[in-house]
């Protein structure tokens, strides 16, 4: 693991040179990409060099235990001695995850889509409620939200929508919401006060570029139709909605929420573009042993991930086996208590894998 540091904290400082460089500073690419490896690097180098700093306070302190002191001071020292012991062991943990293969979206945007699935009307409107959760937490981070598309339920809630969180690490933090959602409670058409049980599922995809993946224009069907739904006079007037058909995958994508036909057509590519790339991505997936699996799942969105009962107040993670009873905190956004325990069990998942494999 050490080699590793030295190796990262020997990059790092090149990447210093390389950044003072004028060929570099006069290059744009070269630049941004520099900055971002430096910058991808920067916590890992600092935590090193706190370790090392405390391993020579600790071998210092070790030296004068070993000598002549008075019974003050040396109680002092042990104290000492013991305090960074305990700090070199919770710096080696925090080494160890920084040196985890990193998920190469992280740090990307995020293309969600909520459906309302099992429940009716209860499930479209609970498919609102998640849409709201998540875009109260994305503000919290002072992230945007932008809807793509949007097929609201007459009864409230959608039955579809698709839109994008723009902040740096938004996927990091979104990526354990793929799955089925499961509410608990009475629904507001309810007479007899019975709770019921709905599903709505979220898919999480990152955001794609076009250089991330070749998509030929040859393998794209683009259908236009006129748009439907609220809009007033321009409904049904001009063939501004778009439908994407990309044959190999056979996956399709409509979007009709801008009035211009080339605004919707942008919309339609970057979400074909990311579940191209989601498919593609699946198909490995599938190819990997079983035992590979994340402890947090599959991200397979037919798996129950999570229920949200109302009566109890509790929502309950069933990948981890959490369960917080916050729910009214929980719909109104803070959802960090539960996004961050899913990160570390992930992160300890991996541990697990990586000393079994050593």
Do not use: C
Request: hydrophobic share 35%; no cysteine.
């Amino acid at each position: 693991m050490f080699d590793k540091l030295q190796a990262v904290e020997d990059r790092y400082e090149r990447l210093n040179e390389l950044l003072s460089d004028p060929e570099v500073v006069n290059d744009a690419k070269k630049l941004r990409q520099y900055s971002k490896e430096q910058a991808d690097i920067q916590e890992t180098v600092e935590v090193y060099r706190e370790y090392k700093k405390t391993k020579e306070e600790l071998e210092d302190a070790k030296q004068m235990l070993e000598e002549k002191l008075d019974p003050e001071m040396h109680e002092l020292v042990k104290e000492e001695f013991n305090t960074l012991k305990n700090k070199i062991q919770e710096l080696e943990q925090r080494l160890k995850i920084l040196l985890l293969p990193k998920d190469p979206n992280d740090d990307k945007n995020v293309i969600m889509e909520i459906r309302g699935a099992a429940g009716g009307d209860e499930a479209n409107i609970f498919a609102g409620d998640l849409f709201r959760m998540y875009t109260r937490y994305a503000e919290s981070q002072g992230w945007k939200v932008e809807v793509l598309e949007a097929s609201p339920s007459s009864s409230g809630g959608y039955k579809e929508i698709i839109f994008m969180i723009n902040g740096n690490g938004a996927y990091s933090k979104f990526k354990f919401e793929n799955g089925a959602h499961r509410v608990q409670r009475v629904p507001q058409t309810e007479s007899q006060g019975r709770i019921h049980t709905s599903t709505a599922t979220v898919a999480v995809l990152p955001e794609v570029e076009d250089v991330e993946i070749e998509i030929n224009e040859k393998d794209i069907r683009v259908d236009t139709f006129a748009a439907s739904g609220a809009g007033g006079q321009h409904v049904n007037t001009t063939m501004s909605a778009v439908r994407m058909t990309h044959i190999p995958t056979g996956i399709v994508v409509s979007m009709q929420d801008e009035r211009s036909q080339i605004k919707n057509r942008e919309k339609a590519m970057r979400v074909l573009r990311a579940r191209v790339a989601d498919f593609y991505n699946r198909e490995k997936q599938k190819e990997l042993d079983a035992a590979r699996k994340s402890a947090v799942g599959t991200g397979d969105r037919s798996e129950r991930i999570r229920t949200y009962n109302y009566p109890q107040n509790r929502v309950t993670d069933h990948r981890i086996g959490l369960t917080i009873q916050k729910l009214d905190q929980i719909m109104e956004g803070k959802l960090d208590e539960i996004i961050d325990a899913l990160i570390m069990e992930d992160q300890a998942s991996k541990l697990a894998r990586l000393n079994e494999e050593a």
